[in-house]
């Protein structure tokens, strides 16, 4: 059934989006709106009906209302796919394009030059470079696309340059922790900066990097099918040449992969960018259907947990699983908030987020406790001190959360203190993401 004020909180919040309306713009345009649909049911439409040609016509008068009727339109789907703009923007379009499959191109062409060293996409120190090859042109797209300072992106590259430097004069002793270490945290380190390039100058602004969160957490959901719908591809390509018994040389596979996996991001982020207004209709749809989920998940494990009387501390896969899964956990709260109308009052998917919160600080209190039993029993080590430090991270934000999630249903915050919060916390996984990075492998004398 057709919500008529649900619909036109939603238009309304959509124009707040822009940085060219002020609120009283937009309450002037919402009353404008509301009009123009009363004067339209008096003669005899429907709500609906009234809203969506009271949204057109608003159209004319304001882009942003223009760009919202096309997407609450039954061309929804097509719009995914299909540009409706006029030439100059299409062209504009084909342009961003090109930009995307050049740097795409680029990116795989750099990464087969370490296999003229000898160095594979099996080696860690491959793994370990691998954002070295595909985030610079990111980088550059979004000061391309966004118009950023040429200072700021410069910045980015040569912040790149002295990190890719200084990682591989780092030497790499038996039993090469470190070095897997920082295979694994460096691309969220240099994400991180990446996102800096998306903001601009705005950087600090927590609006914008709520932006930036949200364009991860499309990206991965987009990123995820894309990269699917390659993966069977490769493997049809492979088995239809098998049918007529010619067996495609691993080589000739592993070069697909590498300029397919790189096309597949670069499309990624260009299809967000582009279908930014769209797409984020999706998350809190998205956010509805996933976090009962993940919250049945959690408590189903806890349960089994305690019944089994499993101890995390004697398995070490165990406790990866642990964190990993609260990575997860505060992953999926982090775009249920990101997802949220913060205009509305607080709803029943609101208390979900929040029992989400308090199940993930139950299991990041067993895994700390673990932690700490296996420190004291086997002693220091890269692996542990790592999780150690994640885990302290991932537990004050869950705290804080649930903290000023309670301090919004008591009317003592906005909820948008809140997102102020999780945006400054950023910063912090930045910092221990570098001293993982950069500073263990001196620590622990690079082994």
Request: hydrophobic share 50%; proline share 2%; no cysteine.
């Given at each position: ?254 070069t697909i992969a590498i300029y ?49 009387g499993k101890n995390p501390a ?123 990075v950069f500073v263990f492998p ?6």
């Amino acid at each position: 059934m057709f919500d008529l004020e649900s619909n036109i909180n939603t238009w309304s919040n959509h124009l707040r989006l822009s940085e060219d309306l002020k609120e009283e713009d937009v309450v002037e345009l919402e009353d404008h709106l509301r009009e123009e649909i009363d004067n339209l049911v008096e003669r005899g439409l429907s709500e609906d009906e009234a809203f969506l040609i009271s949204v057109k016509r608003l159209g004319s008068i304001n882009n942003l209302s223009q760009e919202y009727s096309k997407i609450n339109t039954e061309t929804l789907w097509k719009q995914l796919l299909v540009d409706f703009g006029d030439e100059d923007e299409n062209r504009k379009n084909y342009r961003d394009l090109l930009i995307v499959l050049l740097f795409a191109l680029l990116a795989g062409t750099v990464a087969r030059i370490p296999y003229l060293f000898g160095v594979t996409i099996q080696d860690i120190a491959y793994f370990k470079n691998l954002s070295f090859y595909i985030l610079p042109f990111a980088v550059l797209y979004f000061g391309i696309k966004h118009k950023v300072d040429k200072k700021i992106i410069g910045t980015i590259i040569g912040v790149f340059a002295l990190t890719a430097f200084i990682i591989n004069m780092y030497p790499s002793y038996d039993p090469y922790h470190t070095e897997a270490l920082t295979a694994i945290h460096l691309p969220l380190m240099l994400w991180l900066i990446t996102g800096i390039a998306y903001m601009g100058k705005k950087w600090r602004d927590y609006k914008e990097r709520m932006n930036f969160i949200r364009l991860t957490g499309e990206s991965i959901i987009y990123g995820s099918l894309i990269i699917l719908g390659a993966m069977v591809l490769i493997m049809f390509t492979a088995m239809i040449f098998e049918t007529i018994s010619l067996n495609i040389k691993e080589e000739i596979i592993t070069t697909i992969a590498i300029y397919g996996g790189f096309t597949a991001f670069m499309i990624t982020i260009y299809l967000v960018e582009k279908k930014k207004s769209i797409v984020e209709n999706f998350a809190p749809i998205l956010a509805k259907i996933f976090s009962p989920l993940f919250l049945i998940t959690m408590l189903i494990f806890i349960i089994s947990m305690i019944v089994t009387g499993k101890n995390p501390a004697e398995d070490r896969n165990f406790l990866i699983t642990f964190d990993l899964m609260l990575v997860l956990v505060l992953g999926l709260v982090i775009y249920t908030i990101s997802a949220r109308d913060i205009y509305k009052k607080s709803n029943i998917f609101d208390y979900l987020n929040v029992a989400l919160i308090v199940s993930a600080i139950l299991v990041d209190g067993v895994a700390l406790a673990a932690i700490i039993s296996r420190l004291s029993e086997y002693g220091m080590s890269p692996n542990k001190l790592a999780a150690f430090g994640e885990n302290i991270l991932l537990l004050i934000n869950l705290v804080g959360l649930l903290w000023l999630y309670l301090k919004y249903f008591k009317g003592k915050i906005k909820f948008e203190k809140i997102e102020i919060f999780q945006t400054a916390y950023l910063t912090y996984y930045a910092l221990w993401l570098a001293i993982v990075v950069f500073v263990f492998p001196i620590i622990f004398r690079f082994k």
